[in-house]
């Protein structure tokens, strides 16, 4: 794999979206010739602008589906390839990098920290770095509205693994998280409730449930309270956090779906598309740096 390789399924996947616009103008222009002819110029002309324009969105709908997403595909992949599992691979141990697939629906809506909805994922990755176990994907959560579909979620979910299991379950979640959900009663058969740190400034920003205030209190020491409130400086979105049996979830709502090609119609510049990559998984890197989560706090059995 070369970059000639992604230029080469770029520059196809342009030629096919150039011919399909052009053609589907062409469609448009010509049904409103042949409708307003036929109608009579002014007679039912805003009936003729709207079938054309419908019979032209029918055919790019149709060509979309059944030849142009061949060639976007192939331009994904190649891409992929190439600037995405590199970059990867540079940065991670143990790396296992799937494009198509994603996290476990069941992993994410049974921590209780969001509201239940269709969850589709893409882009697994799963590594070690610096001695911390991790697993990450892009997420979307969906659910059915009066107008239609709404997405409640769209961002990463990051799930850390440790030596250390939790005795109960914490959550911190950022005002503002779309959908958050506290449950009542945790898998311990406590109730959740709200806990209270020494700093203002955090509680500006994130509230804090938990099964018991003395495991609150051991996880979520002054020290990783700072770096949370560092974290969500450095980060564009809303946090929410689980630490759960031996794990700490991590969402970010940030509406943005990572390791994506730029629209093939421009031509890509090799340095600058590895440092959009490598910044993307700054995420996951800050993330574990920022947290400091090799520390005693997280690897005490």
């Given amino acids: 794999m070369d970059f000639n390789e992604v230029e080469e399924a770029r520059v196809a996947s342009a030629k096919k979206i150039i011919r399909v616009n052009t053609i589907t103008v062409i469609i448009f222009l010509v049904s409103v010739l042949i409708g307003a002819t036929l109608s009579g110029i002014g007679l039912g002309l805003i009936l003729v602008f709207f079938l054309s324009f419908a019979i032209a969105v029918s055919f790019y709908l149709l060509y979309h589906i059944f030849s142009y997403d061949d060639e976007l595909n192939r331009y994904k992949n190649v891409y992929k390839s190439y600037f995405v599992e590199q970059s990867l691979k540079n940065t991670f141990d143990n790396l296992i990098y799937s494009r198509d697939s994603g996290i476990d629906s ?89 806990y209270v740190v020494e700093s203002p400034r955090f509680h500006d920003k994130f509230e804090i449930y938990a099964e018991s205030g003395l495991e609150a209190f051991h996880v979520l020491d002054p020290a990783l309270i700072n770096r949370i409130e560092i974290l969500s400086d450095n980060c564009k979105g809303k946090m929410l956090l689980c630490f759960v049996d031996n794990k700490l979830h991590f969402a970010l709502h940030n509406r943005n779906d990572a390791f994506e090609p730029p629209d093939p119609r421009k031509k890509i510049d090799e340095e600058i598309e590895f440092k959009k990559v490598n910044n993307e998984l700054k995420t996951i890197v800050n993330f574990i740096d920022y947290l400091k989560m090799n520390n005693k706090i997280f690897i005490k059995k």
């Fill in 106 to 194: 069941n992993l994410v809506l049974n921590t209780g920290m969001i509201g239940e909805g269709d969850l589709s994922s893409n882009d697994f990755v799963s590594g070690n770095y610096h001695g911390v176990i991790f697993s990450q994907a892009d997420v979307s959560i969906t659910v059915n509205a009066v107008d239609g579909y709404s997405v409640v979620f769209q961002g990463r979910w990051m799930i850390f693994e440790f030596p250390k299991k939790f005795a109960y379950r914490v959550e911190v979640v950022q005002n503002d998280f779309p959908d958050k959900k506290v449950p009542e009663v945790g898998p311990s058969g406590r109730k959740f409730e709200k």
